[in-house]
């Protein structure tokens, strides 16, 4: 029974390291004239399955407060996926911000990229 135990608790730790921690590989940011942005995001993550997956992304401000979240409600089969985020709006004076992931074992962690956000592309 002892060697099963440990058996058991190997196969989870293995299982948790495998699918790592959530990465954030690209983001697309186009913004209109009132700062309401539109966010697509790709993410790496092995999703191991619905107690393994990246389940949120995040804007962050300069001052590492939370802009907006996309919640990511299921694992994903394609590895790396691209979700979006519109409506996001952009508080006054920010130039820059910072996007990361987050999975539901390692939390926060993985590659997370800052972005400078563009110019109104979209005149109004």
């Not at 983001?27 to 619905?50: E, L, P, Y």
């Not at 996926?81 to 074992?105: M, Q, Y």
Request: glycine letters at 8%; proline letters at 4%.
């Amino acid at each position: 029974m002892r060697k099963f135990i440990i058996f058991v608790l190997l196969a989870t730790m293995h299982s948790a390291a495998r699918a790592g921690e959530a990465d954030v590989l690209d983001v697309k940011v186009s913004c209109n004239n009132k700062s309401i942005c539109r966010f697509a995001v790709t993410v790496q993550h092995d999703d191991d399955g619905w107690k393994h997956y990246a389940n949120r992304w995040e804007v962050l401000g300069p001052d590492g407060k939370v802009i907006a979240t996309r919640v990511l409600a299921h694992p994903h089969s394609k590895k790396p996926f691209t979700r979006s985020l519109d409506n996001v709006k952009i508080p006054a004076g920010v130039t820059e911000v910072r996007v990361r992931a987050h999975d539901l074992v390692h939390g926060y962690g993985g590659k997370e990229m800052v972005v400078k956000l563009p110019l109104a592309d979209d005149g109004t």
